[in-house]
């Protein structure tokens, strides 16, 4: 009678033996649980951190790009571009308010200008130039100027680049390197039909072509480089609404280009957004080797001062005067030499970037309790290619 009480007894586990089981089982699942959270956690981050360093570089690669085509001339070698004291060829503008910016977002920051001909990014092809005459043969013969002797047809080599050609700009005929400006411009396919003439005000500043005819035949085939002449580009940064999610919008960096005036800064074409949440965007200037950067204070940190008075005028180009009294080159101890003193003197540029993760954790905070993004600054120290290559 004993042996059926013992086959019942192996039929399961005992509820004292379920309960221990399922303890092991809760503290190893417990386990794993943080694994896995440490691990997921550090997925996130470590995109996030990469994320925020590729937008570090792509910012920094443009703007060294950029930064080299600042103070270049190429309608007029010999003759500075009519440029003034309120808006120079070269200007900085640190401390500038953010518009818009939240508790979390960059309160302040800087402000770059620089003026350029930038080149279109494209070489033509005269097609048609066999009906041209040249001015001294229009000279010579004692015939009036007429519209054929003006009227070029370029071949672009594709329709998008003949639609970038428009009145203003400057057509350069490389086989005698002679610059002329184009007063209209029809685009037909891949190519355009341009009218030259004078400079709208070549009388007035002394500068860019003065004379509606070429100085001589160009041949057919000849390569030609088109030109925008006298822009002025920004670099700041803008709050942008990027996010459908958010309406407070995200600090960018963002390049801004227009045509040059004398008084103000006014933006003509489409913006370009180097880079999403940046934290901080700062410009330094040295004429000493970086021994001295105009822009920190003595402590090395960075000077409170802001705007043009006393942000640019009293303050950068103070401190650069300053460097510059016991380390200019010969002849050159001073900025207060005119708007286009950039080209008179070698200059260390340095830009400050700092970008943030997109997402706040508690992973970046210093407190445990609290979220807070991860900042990232990337340097770039560089001579602009053409700071102090002087005009003679």
């Known amino acids: 009678m004993a042996e059926p009480a013992r086959q019942a007894r192996r039929r399961g586990f005992s509820l004292v033996e379920l309960l221990v089981a399922l303890v092991f089982t809760m503290v190893l699942m417990a386990g794993m649980a943080n694994v896995y959270k440490a691990s997921l956690s550090a997925f996130y981050t470590s995109g996030e951190t990469i994320s925020s360093s590729r937008r570090n570089r792509m910012s920094v690669d443009l703007l060294v790009e950029d930064l080299n085509q600042a103070g270049m001339f190429l309608t007029d070698l010999s003759v500075p571009p009519a440029v ?17 910016a939240g508790s979390d977002d ?3 920051a800087d402000e770059l200008y620089f003026y350029l ?33 003006t009227t070029y047809t370029i071949n672009c080599g594709s329709t998008t680049y003949a639609s970038e050609v428009a009145a203003g700009q400057v057509l350069v005929f490389k086989d005698a390197w002679e610059a002329v400006n184009i007063t209209s411009a029809t685009a037909s396919g891949s190519s355009v039909t341009v009218v030259t003439g004078p400079s709208a005000d070549a009388g007035i500043t002394g500068s860019g072509p003065a004379a509606p005819a070429s100085r001589a035949r160009h041949l057919e085939l000849s390569r030609v480089v088109l030109i925008q002449p006298a822009q002025m580009v920004r670099y700041r940064i803008q709050m942008l609404t990027l996010d459908p999610g958010s309406s407070a919008g995200i600090p960018c960096l963002v390049r801004d280009q227009g045509n040059y005036s004398i008084t103000a800064f006014t933006a003509a074409l489409p913006q370009q957004i180097i880079a999403e949440n940046v934290a901080g965007f ?24 802001t705007g043009y008075d006393l942000g640019w005028d009293t303050g950068i180009r103070t401190e650069l005067d300053s460097q510059l009294a016991s380390s200019g080159r010969p002849g050159v101890k001073t900025t207060r030499i005119g708007p286009s003193w950039f080209r008179s003197m070698p200059l260390l540029v340095r830009v400050d970037i700092t970008t943030r993760t ?18 990232q600054t990337q340097s770039l120290v ?4 053409h700071a102090g290559l002087a005009l003679n």
């Open 84 to 100: 003034s004291e309120a808006m120079p060829t070269f200007l900085i503008l640190p401390n500038m308010a953010v518009s818009g």
């Open 106 to 108: 960059p309160a302040t």
């Open 117 to 149: 001909d930038q080149p279109l990014p494209f070489e033509g092809t005269v097609s048609s130039a066999s009906t041209q005459k040249a001015a001294a043969t229009l000279v010579a013969e004692g015939n009036p100027l007429t519209t054929a002797d």
């Open 282 to 305: 700062a410009v330094y200037l040295s004429a000493d080797g970086g021994n001295h950067w105009a822009g920190l204070d003595s402590s090395g940190a960075k000077a409170i001062y």
């Open 358 to 375: 997109a997402t706040r954790r508690s992973e970046y905070a210093a407190n445990p309790d609290a979220v807070a993004h991860r900042l």
């Open 382 to 385: 560089l001579v602009p290619r």
